[in-house]
């Protein structure tokens, strides 16, 4: 399995995918708040949404999983 990890802290403001969903690399999948910031989260590599592991509202720590992506 494949990780998108999150860049740096913050909160989950809006996730833009889900399970089942197919991705392409480089495609924007979730969107952070940080010090006041929008930071979004792309995947470095393509494959099929496992599994989301946070909601909107949720607080990160940098390199937390987020999303877990199949081949």
Do not use: Q
């Not at 969107?31 to 910031?37: D, N, T, W």
């Not at 792309?42 to 987020?66: H, P």
């Amino acid at each position: 399995m494949k990780e998108i990890k999150a860049t740096m802290a913050g909160t989950v403001l809006n996730v833009l995918t889900e399970t089942g969903k197919s991705i392409s690399a480089g495609e924007m999948v979730l969107m952070l708040e940080s010090m006041k910031m929008e930071i979004p989260v792309e995947a470095e590599a393509g494959g099929t949404v496992a599994e989301v592991k946070v909601s909107i509202g949720d607080f990160v720590n940098e390199d937390d999983v987020l999303i877990l992506l199949e081949d």
